[in-house]
């Protein structure tokens, strides 16, 4: 798997409350993962320091599962913004676990987030403002150096 378009990478450790009756990560932790890995990606992004201001709130998230994962193992969350609307934007991100004895990484799952931006006032839907546009196709469009 080619991950050089995933600007964003978040390492997490796997928690042992994250494990289900089979020993492997439930289908909920990864919920959790995406969350740590879009708070992540939006403090780089917009550069926040203190209190987290979200502008953009999950309206859709679907996960596939390709592999299990399990406790004592290290995932990394690779993420992309892949498309930008009016009113909402698209976060495409890949589960892999990082494999310490063979320096080989293993996919385990896949995710897309859609966001929608919204007034924190009212908790309307918005257009996505011009400076958070400016920003967001920056980062889409950077190429690594």
Known sequence: MDLTDYKHYKQIEIRYDDLDTFNHINNKAYFSYLEEAR?????????IKGQLKITAIVAHIEIDYHKPAFYGQTIGVYTKISKIGTKSFELSSVFIVKKEHDKSDEWIASAKVILVSIDPTSGNSVQISDDERLIMNRYLNAKES
Do not use: G, K, T, V
């Not at 708070?39 to 550069?47: G, M, P």
């Open 39 to 47: 708070i992540d990606l939006y403090n780089q992004l917009f550069n």
